[in-house]
């Protein structure tokens, strides 16, 4: 019966392979494997290569061919120069991944003069979308996390502080937090943007300290720099004072969690994605990555919005055949759906062509002996990017 | 080492680079992307080479001049609306030769590592502007937005990179043909003695501190019309434009080349950014442990750069067939 | 406001430690041997490995942890300088610096091929944890004891290079390295032993400044930029000088954090001009 099965389906695997004429669809793939959080880029191409292994059968004999090409981090005029060379040279039929805003924002008028669409899987400054109609984005904006971050916020406290890193994604964070802090009644007591590449947090952990807020917001790049952050909040006793440590869900990102140790315990997040999460599709999704990467391996919320990036990808080939007219393929991921990803239910808004989806409420506890972010409650359903919305309405 | 020479007609070897451009243009059109960004690199080299090679500069901060190029053209273009090419680089020359001999004026009476990091706390200073001044620079997310009108009214920049690498190819001759009058001039022998021994040239009555700004400035202005080309063929401009990084690179790539003898300049870009390319589609986590021991390579067999080894096998065959002629090649 | 300026000066003067204690190796070597090693920081990051793995993999204490730090590290530079850098005594600055990049370059991709992309992982032990309250402030205390701990260095150092034999060997080859190599000083085994000294010293504060300055496979660059400082501001082939620069640093980048954040990291790269203009050979520079 099984061999039976087996023979059946590699037969109906060559049928359509003859049929399509083992048509492939080359995508480009640049992200950050060197440089300024250049750990972040392997996340993401092995969340894409994991989606493709388990999705391949799926594809009626269209072969997919991944080119990998490494922007060497904040580096916008060498993404720039791959993105030309995997257009005009390689020719693939679309552009993916991207961990920094520069380097997306440089690459956006190349995806419009040749129109090759251009699945954004991490980069999260609002404005990216709105530079190239060929751009869709399936990882997040940092509006989603830090308005309903504000909201919520506000309910419980009276006083803030905000702490983020000075470039687009912090000051969006900062800018939507505020808003919705202030809104909600709440009072900001001080913002600071701090340098990128920041050495020692005392300073500014300090500042803050000094202000008594009730609350801190802290904003920064997923990875090393969380730790830092963390643990100065706790070497300063902000904690003892009574500053209570919120922020989007970089500040407590799953791979770093073993990192910072028992001080991480306790804080709030707001974020899409926390590899923690306990749906079935979460727990499949975690179960496949350290199947296939290793038990210590963890996924974050980089490798979430390339592994939906796959899925939004894989479905278009499947929908269109392997014909992958750019237009049409844009028209494909304007109403696309996915309400089976590990973070929920999520879409791509057709107007902005921004992901909608959830955002929830965690908080760092210990689970089986580590350290996990627990979601608690939905705070936001099927949200659209905040940011986009102002815009609109002005 | 080159300097002042009797000799200055163009040696058919010197012809080589731009036949090879030629060559390249014509049978390599899937790289002419890359293909841009080693002039524009070799032009950067060049200006680098100037004040390193020949007047004995050493200099980690490089990258404030590329930069400031880079941006004087972004920004004419994004919020001035100046979005003439030959424009944005006489602008970007002006800035840059502003910035040179004002800053040249004011560092250059140091040496060695005082030197070394006034240059490259000017670079780093620069960099901070860049990053906070964001109504202007657009910030740590990059200028977008920057503009080029067709050349002459007629030439687009294209995907296929056509036009930008030819465009980029006619600024670097020119600049080239700018240097080596210099070099081969009495001022550029000047700067070799002034490179060799500043008290020496102190003693014969030169005015070392002038010759050495006048240069730096040249070489300053270079380096941003470099810098300018980069943003017109990227119609963007990043943070990474200055800083401590860029100026490493470049001087990695001169060293590399070999300093002090023109066409260093030419072939160090070529190589690391070729080798660059190459490994890092192989092994995007770790092709800089390549380049790093391609550094260390030269460092303990090739002295004198990829273009030292070249010399020292002509010495070598030179010496065995015709032991006559070695004394001149010796001595350029 | 007054006890802001507490706090201020507390957190500088933390970090300068840090600085130094990294730094000062850097200071030596290139005023001793006039190398410019640009891959300094590569022996700190080392530290910071050592430190944290002898830690987290065998269940070293860390006081241990610290000390295998600062002997490991000595002990691989040995090698390093023995087998690389000897060779490049003289070679002219612009070799070195080609060199040590290229060693930046090496280590940056082993340390990231052995170590993986997560940065270190450092978990103090309670007793230096939490925090110390005096005069109405808290003060952390792995702070205070990074501030005792490295005086405790600094003072032992100094009495090595101000009262001892070798000190004035180094002293002597500092001041005048043909003289000294020809009133019979043994300036290769001076080089190579110093050469430890100051590695290891760089292993040692990486280690020890790992919970602050998170050590990570892309250390060696991000740093570079304060060690130089710290080095071109005290001066080279000084002691006092790097210590001064590192305080001055450490103060007043903290300083500028605190009371006007937004003008980042700008403060310190002004006055690293400013002080080098005034003074082109550094605070207290043998030589420039």
């Not at chain 2, 600024?171 to 240097?179: C, N």
């Not at chain 3, 082939?237 to 001064?244: D, K, T, V, Y």
Request: glycine fraction near 10%; proline fraction near 4%.
């Amino acid at each position: 019966m099984n061999m039976f099965r087996l023979a059946a389906s590699a037969a109906l695997a060559l049928a359509a392979t003859a049929v399509s004429a083992q048509q492939t669809v080359k995508i480009g793939f640049i992200t950050s494997y060197s440089g300024l959080n250049g750990n972040l880029g392997p996340y993401m191409e092995r969340a894409v290569r994991l989606y493709l292994k388990q999705h391949e059968k799926d594809l009626g004999g269209v072969k997919v061919e991944l080119l990998t090409r490494d922007d060497t981090g904040p580096n916008p005029d060498k993404a720039r120069q791959l993105a030309q060379e995997l257009v005009v040279r390689d020719k693939v039929n679309l552009l993916a991944g991207v961990i920094f805003t520069p380097n997306a924002m440089a690459m956006a008028p190349i995806a419009t003069e040749a129109k090759v669409p251009f699945v954004i899987m991490n980069a999260g400054t609002a404005v990216i979308t709105t530079r190239s109609p060929y751009m869709v984005r399936t990882s997040f904006t940092l509006w989603q996390s830090s308005y309903p971050l504000g909201q919520w916020a506000s309910k419980k406290y009276k006083t803030a502080y905000s702490l983020v890193s000075d470039f687009g994604p912090g000051h969006d964070s900062e800018e939507g937090f505020s808003k919705a802090f202030e809104e909600g009644g709440g009072k900001m007591l001080g913002k600071v943007r701090v340098p990128l590449q920041n050495p020692d947090w005392a300073a500014y952990m300090q500042r803050v300290k000094d202000a008594k807020p009730d609350v801190l917001m802290v904003f920064i790049p997923a990875g090393k720099t969380a730790t830092a952050v963390m643990k100065n909040f706790s070497d300063l006793g902000l904690g003892q004072a009574g500053i209570k440590l919120i922020g989007p869900g970089d500040v407590t990102t799953d791979e770093e969690l073993p990192n910072m140790g028992d001080v991480a315990l306790g804080v709030l997040t707001v974020h899409h994605y926390s590899a923690g999460a306990t749906r079935p599709q979460n727990k499949a999704f975690v179960a496949a990555w350290k199947k296939e990467y290793g038990q210590n391996e963890t996924p974050n919320f980089v490798a979430v919005g390339a592994y939906d990036g796959a899925a939004i990808i894989v479905d278009a080939i499947k929908a269109l055949k392997g014909n992958m007219d750019p237009d049409k393929t844009m028209e494909f991921f304007k109403t696309w759906k996915n309400p089976n990803s590990p973070r929920g239910p999520i879409s791509i808004d057709p107007e902005t062509r921004d992901i909608v989806q959830n955002e929830y409420l965690r908080e760092v506890k210990r689970v089986g002996g580590q350290l996990a972010n627990v979601e608690l409650e939905t705070v936001a359903t099927a949200l659209k990017d905040p940011w986009k919305e102002f815009q609109k309405k002005k | 080492m080159s300097g002042y020479s009797a000799d200055t007609r163009i040696r058919w070897t010197e012809w080589l680079p731009w036949v090879a451009a030629g060559l390249f243009f014509f049978l390599m059109p899937e790289y002419l992307s890359l293909g841009a960004r080693i002039l524009i690199f070799i032009l950067f080299a060049l200006s680098l080479d100037l004040i390193l090679g020949y007047a004995g500069i050493v200099t980690l901060g490089h990258s404030a001049f590329f930069g400031l190029g880079a941006y004087t053209a972004g920004i004419l273009s994004a919020r001035l609306g100046v979005n003439d090419a030959f424009l944005q680089l006489a602008a970007a020359a002006g800035m840059s030769a502003l910035l040179g001999m004002l800053t040249g004026a004011v560092i250059l009476r140091t040496r060695a590592l005082t030197l070394l990091m006034l240059t490259l706390a000017i670079t780093a200073i620069l960099l901070e502007i860049a990053n906070k001044w964001s109504t202007m620079t657009g910030g740590a997310d990059g200028l977008s937005g920057v503009q080029v009108s067709p050349l002459l009214g007629l030439f687009k920049f294209d995907l296929f990179g056509r036009t930008a690498f030819l465009y980029c190819l006619i600024v670097l001759f020119a600049a080239w043909w700018v240097v080596r009058r210099i070099i081969y001039s009495p001022y550029g022998a000047m700067l070799t003695g002034i490179r060799d021994n500043a008290a020496r040239m102190h003693a014969i009555g030169a005015p070392v501190y002038w010759r050495l700004v006048m240069i730096y400035t040249v070489s300053a202005t270079m380096a941003g019309v470099a810098g300018a080309l980069l943003t017109q063929v990227n119609q963007f401009v990043g943070l990474n434009v200055l800083g401590l990084e860029p100026s490493g690179d470049i001087l990695v790539m001169l060293i590399l080349g070999g300093v002090g003898r023109l066409y260093g300049a030419f072939v160090g870009p070529v190589v690391y950014i070729v080798v660059q390319d190459t490994l890092a589609k192989q092994y995007p986590e770790y092709w800089y442990f390549g380049i790093g021991v391609l550094l260390i390579f030269v460092v303990l067999f090739a002295r004198g750069g990829i273009l030292g080894i070249f010399d020292k096998l002509r010495d070598k065959w030179l010496s065995h067939s015709r032991p006559k002629s070695s004394a001149r090649a010796s001595a350029r | 406001m007054l006890s802001s300026v507490v706090s201020v000066a507390f957190h500088g003067v933390a970090y300068g430690m840090i600085l130094y204690v990294i730094s000062v190796g850097l200071s030596v070597t290139m005023g001793l041997m006039g190398f410019i090693n640009l891959a300094h920081g590569v022996f700190a990051m080392a530290g910071g490995f050592v430190l944290s793995s002898f830690m987290a993999r065998f269940g070293v204490p860390f006081p241990l942890a610290v000390l295998s730090a600062f002997v490991l590290v000595a002990l691989g530079s040995v090698v390093l300088e023995r087998l690389l850098y000897s060779r490049l005594y003289g070679a002219g600055e612009l070799t070195q610096v080609l060199f040590s990049i290229g060693l930046i370059l090496v280590s940056m991709a082993s340390a990231r091929l052995i170590f993986g992309d997560q940065a270190a992982r450092v978990l103090l032990p309670d007793y230096l944890r939490g925090q110390l309250h005096m005069m109405g402030r808290d003060f952390p205390t792995y702070r205070v004891f990074i501030i005792f701990f490295s005086l405790g260095i600094i003072l032992l150092l100094w009495f090595g290079v101000e009262r001892t034999r070798w000190g004035a060997m180094v002293r002597a080859a500092v001041d005048h390295r043909a003289m000294a190599q020809s009133v019979g000083i043994n300036t290769r085994l001076l080089f190579m032993a110093t050469f430890a000294l100051g590695s290891g010293l760089a292993g040692l504060g990486g280690a020890l400044g790992a919970d602050i300055l998170p050590v990570q496979w892309a250390y060696p660059f991000e740093h570079l930029v304060y060690f130089l400082i710290v080095v071109a501001v005290g001066g080279l082939g000084s002691l006092r000088g790097p210590f001064i620069a590192a305080l001055l640093i450490g103060v007043a980048d903290t300083a500028c954090k605190y009371w006007v954040p937004e003008f980042g990291a700008f403060l310190v790269y002004a006055a690293t001009i400013g002080i080098l203009l005034w003074r082109p050979m550094g605070l207290f520079g043998v030589r420039a």
